[in-house]
């Protein structure tokens, strides 16, 4: 039961994230994001790399309470919660970004469409308008281009 708690929980983490870069990132604490956008931060972090630690809280939180018996399944929704944040820390910041040169050559389909969402998000480099708020599940137009792409 626990495993399956941790997979919804993770494939739920989706929209959820969906909801936060749009609503909270370019809403109210565009603060912080804003030089994940513009670039204009010194040295390897940026203020963005704060949520990190704000999204760990609440999974940190879930998992001390799901160490009690009649709160276990709090420890799987932190697990899932955890490991969807490392799927987004390789994804996002090494993949995507680059912050370590890592699959930079890759031909995989999916791997081209989740990068090519991502640089029409970034093409914004304000607060709004924006596009491709998601992380794992982006629209399909920018994976069509690579499955249909003719094969080397």
């Given at each position: ?37 513009d ?62 040169s ?51």
């Amino acid at each position: 039961m626990g495993y399956l708690i941790l997979l919804i929980t993770f494939l739920l983490m989706e929209p959820i994230t969906w909801l936060t870069h749009k609503y909270v990132m370019h809403g109210f604490l565009w603060s912080l994001h804003k030089d994940h956008h513009d670039h204009s931060h010194d040295g390897a972090f940026e203020r963005n790399d704060l949520f990190f630690i704000i999204f760990a809280v609440p999974a940190i939180f879930l998992i001390y309470k799901g160490m009690e018996p009649e709160t276990w399944y709090l420890l799987w929704i932190g697990i899932g919660i955890t490991l969807y944040g490392m799927a987004y820390f390789f994804v996002h910041d090494i993949f995507i970004h680059q912050r370590i040169s890592l699959l930079r050559n890759t031909k995989n389909p999916y791997l081209l469409g989740i990068r090519r969402a991502h640089k029409q998000h970034h093409k914004h480099v304000g607060k709004f308008p924006g596009e491709c708020f998601g992380f794992l599940w982006v629209p399909i137009k920018y994976f069509k281009m690579y499955f249909n792409a003719p094969k080397r």
